[in-house]
């Protein structure tokens, strides 16, 4: 079943700013926290730019408001997807479907607690440029001090130190993602590792 109109690539501001509308009043219909609301709205405002109209509106309005509420921050959050779709009345195939289509075209990284409970790091929010701000001073000074000392850190080392500074010093993240946080850390290293060393090697 096709869930998103692909009637233009190109998404009018009106379009936006009217589905942001909509879904404002959708929230205060449902007596949605602002905080969760600006979040959520933001979202939608992002994902209708890039992918267009939501076919099913409400259930759309929905996901963006099941993923800012289960953001890493919000751990230990017991509610569950079930729970959440009887909440605000709709169908949990519907929240599955665009949460995944949110999550594959906007580049959220999910998170699972030890309950096996989801989270959604948002790839433009304050845990990833922060994640991205530490792997690039850490992977920097690792490059300098091997062309100084001819020896190499180990990513999965590197990696191991990066998410220990994150979860118990800066404390950015919970610590029950510690591990799923370091798959994240170890394949940003290896982005920005390749990145430097090709700028490098340029003659």
């Not at 099913?56 to 800012?68: I, K, R």
């Not at 479907?97 to 998170?111: G, P, Q, R």
């Not at 920097?140 to 990513?155: L, Q």
Request: hydrophobic share 40%.
């Amino acid at each position: 079943m096709a869930h998103i109109e692909n009637t233009s690539m190109v998404v009018s501001p009106q379009v936006v700013v009217n589905t942001v509308r909509d879904a404002h009043e959708y929230y205060q219909g449902h007596r949605i926290d602002e905080r969760y609301e600006a979040m959520a709205l933001d979202l939608i405002r992002r994902y209708v730019s890039q992918e267009g109209l939501p076919r099913d509106a409400e259930p759309f309005f929905g996901a963006t408001l099941y993923m800012v509420t289960r953001h890493p921050w919000s751990h230990p959050n017991p509610l569950t997807k079930t729970e959440f779709a009887a909440k605000l009345r709709m169908k949990e195939s519907s929240l599955d479907w665009y949460t995944a289509s949110i999550v594959e075209k906007l580049d959220f990284v999910v998170m699972h607690d030890r309950g096996h409970l989801p989270f959604f790091l948002d790839p433009e929010g304050t845990i990833m440029s922060v994640v991205n701000s530490i792997v690039k001073s850490s992977v920097g000074e690792e490059v300098v001090h091997s062309i100084v000392r001819g020896s190499v850190v180990a990513p999965h080392a590197l990696a191991d130190r990066i998410v220990d500074r994150l979860c118990s010093v800066v404390k950015i993240i919970p610590s029950a993602f510690e591990q799923e946080l370091h798959v994240v850390v170890e394949r940003k290293i290896e982005e920005v590792s390749s990145q430097l060393l090709n700028e490098l090697n340029r003659e």
